[in-house]
């Protein structure tokens, strides 16, 4: 493509000489400028979930489905946690903590989650996900005397 154009520059100049050179024109040859200007453009979508703020202890109802409390459980879990600790995550009655008042008698298996009882259980996501694997295994049993529930 250069050689062709270089050609053609030189029929040009012999064309508008009137004759012909005696000379040989250099070809001249083309490099062709290309500038690309590229942007990149990073778009971040954040999804937040916002549970419905109802019930006694709703300022909890966020964390409890962070630490994987479904949704359609909420009301019972107000209801229990309201019973249980009127929303206080220091509660304590001797041998019950936190929110959802969990017993000492779970001591050994906080143990094997690498918790403490009670200190652990005064940490609101602690006793939420602590209380969630309970329910997942026995129920609402565990509660059952705060709960209305067998």
Not at 35 to 54: A, G, M, Q
Not at 86 to 92: F, N
Not at 115 to 138: C, G, K, Q, V
């Amino acid at each position: 493509m250069n050689r062709l154009l270089g050609t053609v520059l030189t029929i040009i100049l012999i064309t508008a000489c009137g004759t012909e050179l005696k000379e040989t024109v250099p070809t001249i040859e083309l490099q062709p400028v290309i500038s690309i200007e590229t942007t990149t453009t990073t778009t971040t979508t954040t999804t937040t979930t916002t549970v419905p703020r109802i019930g006694k202890c709703a300022q909890w109802h966020n964390l409890a489905v962070s630490v994987g409390w479904p949704e359609e459980e909420l009301p019972q879990l107000d209801i229990v946690m309201w019973r249980e600790s009127r929303c206080q995550p220091d509660a304590w009655n001797g041998a019950d903590a936190g929110l959802m008042q969990i017993n000492q008698v779970h001591t050994s298996w906080l143990s094997d989650m690498g918790w403490t009882h009670p200190e652990d259980m005064f940490d609101p996501t602690n006793n939420l996900l602590f209380a969630y694997r309970l329910w997942t295994t026995s129920g609402w049993r565990p509660w059952s005397a705060t709960s209305g529930l067998d």
